[in-house]
Structures are given as C-alpha cells and as structure tokens.
C-alpha cells in the first residue's frame, strides 16, 4: 500500500488530485485540511492538516510515502514547508505546488526559498510551477461571484495575456510525479496550451455565462486594494509578472508528462455554465 498525503485537499488542485489517486489499487489517500469534517471526497480519509499546528503535523504524515505540499502564500512559508519537511518520512516523495518562473516571486526570492526548502529536505522531490488557473473563474473565493454579480473581469493584464491551466491538468501530472518512478529532482513549468489576452478571455466566459462578461483594466493599485501585509505584496508583484508576459510563456510539459494535451480553457468553460450563472 503507498500512503499518499495531499495536504490542500479541499483546494482547486488538491481535490482533483484525491479524486484521481483514490481509486488507484494500492494507495491509500490521507486528505489534508484545516476542516477535516468538510472533506468528502469517495475513499479519501479526512485528515487534520494546518500550517498553524505543527502539533498535528506527525499524525498526519505518520508512514506516509508521498507527499503533496500546497504551498501556502504567507511570509513563512519556506520555514514552515522545511519544518513539515523534517518530521516527514526520510523515504517520502515530496511534490511540491509552487508557481511558474519562480525564480523572481516575492520578497527575498520567497518562491524559490520554499522551493529551496523542498530541495534541501533530504527527501526526494519533484517541484511544480504552474501558470494562473482556469479554476480561478469559478471559484467564489476569486473571481466567480464578480462575474456573476457584475458581468465584469477587473484584470491588471497591461495588454498580456496568459496561459490559463485547467487544475486537473496540475493534478494529473502531480499524480504522476507523486505515483511513478522519473520524476525525483525536476522542475516541470507548467501553463494551458496557448496564451490569450483578457479581452479573448471575457469573450469566451460570456460564451460559458449565456451573457455578457467584459474585462474591465485596471491598474495594479486597484487590484491590490482593500489587501495589506504579505498578500498586498506578493498579489503587487504577481500582476507585474502578469504585465511582463510571465503567464503567458506556453509549454507541453503537461503532455509531455500525462501522455495528452493540456485541455483549452473553451473545454474547461463547457462545463461551467451552471456555475458561473448561465440559465437551465
Ligand atoms: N490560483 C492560481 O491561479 C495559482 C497559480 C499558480 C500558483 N498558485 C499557487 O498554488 C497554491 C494554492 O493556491 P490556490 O489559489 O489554488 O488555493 P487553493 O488550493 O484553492 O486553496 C488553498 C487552501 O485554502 C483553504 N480553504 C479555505 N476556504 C476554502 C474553501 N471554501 N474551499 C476550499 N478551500 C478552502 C484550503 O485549506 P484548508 O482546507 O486547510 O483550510 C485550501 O487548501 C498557492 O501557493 C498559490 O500561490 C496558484
């Protein structure tokens, strides 16, 4: 039996991930969150899992063999991924979600010191860096509810587009790197296959939606209001990474490693319609 930890089991990529490990013969899934009791996924055994107690961090990864480690976005994250890290199974395998080029994220090299400490855990790993999520557009704690409310997509592109991911594509290749032989020590950057602007972006949303969505500009003022700390800088320095093009980089990493291509945001949108309001 391998014991797979997915901490962030309740997110836009750790949900796809326990539902595609759980039916695997011989892997049993120990599903990670703050909330154990809203965890609900079939064959998945809710786990108590949160940054803020460590206490609880032996129990959840006792015996496990593979780990997947949802970075979270707080100035602390390299440490506290570092500490999980020690008190993980020497054996273990450790995916990490980080972010695409994250060479240059955040205060002090933030990104890449939790990554360093993935890569300096003694443990094997393999690190993932994805672009923006499709997913963004419907979860409610993003985007989802001011498309819906305003028929609006406030977004501080600077004219760039970007390479949308489907969250499931994230997962399958997690799963991979979690389950198979051949992946300990790379780096896949990840993105959606093909770059479109914002405008192209409402354009198809209004498709999905059955009604109008326009991306409205804004500046990157704007899209950090009402946001302070650590978050208002790394959000500041996201949107600059999205003006200079960053997200917008393709690559055929995700068929490279799963055997088949990245799904389109139009294939992803075809089923979100009830979502994101259209009508029966
Ligand atoms: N979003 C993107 O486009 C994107 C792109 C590239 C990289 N990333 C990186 O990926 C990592 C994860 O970001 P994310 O945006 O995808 O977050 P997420 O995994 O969707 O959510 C993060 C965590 O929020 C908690 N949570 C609180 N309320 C929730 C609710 N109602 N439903 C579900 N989860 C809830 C969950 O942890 P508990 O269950 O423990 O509370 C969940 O695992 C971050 O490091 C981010 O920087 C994100």
Known sequence: MTRVLVTGVRG???????????????????????????????GVRP???????????????????????????RADAPEL?????????????????SEQDADSVGPDGWALRAERAVRGS???WTILRPSWFMQVFTDPRFYRDRLVDTGELPFASGGASVAWI???????VAGRAL???????????LSGPEPLSLPRTAELLSRAAGRPVVHREVSIDDAIAGT???????????????????F????????????RPARTLEAFLAGSGPVLGRAA
């Open 12 to 42: 836009k990529t750790g949900s796809p991930l326990a539902e595609l490990l759980a039916p695997r013969p011989g892997v049993e899934v120990l599903g990670g969150s703050s909330d154990p009791a809203t965890v609900t996924v079939d």
């Open 47 to 73: 786990t108590a899992f949160s940054w803020d107690d460590p206490s609880g961090w032996p129990a959840a990864t006792d015996g496990v063999d593979a780990v997947y480690v949802v970075r979270p976005d």
């Open 81 to 97: 991924i570092g500490a999980l890290l020690d008190r993980t199974p020497a054996r273990a395998h450790v995916v990490l979600l």
């Open 122 to 124: 003694g443990r094997s």
């Open 166 to 172: 489907d969250a499931r594509d994230i997962a399958a």
């Open 179 to 189: 389950l198979d032989e051949g992946h300990a020590g790379r780096v896949y950057e």
């Open 228 to 246: 302070g700390g650590f978050e208002r800088e790394l959000t500041a320095l996201t949107f600059e990474r999205v003006q200079a093009g960053v």
């Open 248 to 259: 917008a980089v393709v690559t055929d990493t995700v068929h490279g490693v799963t055997g």
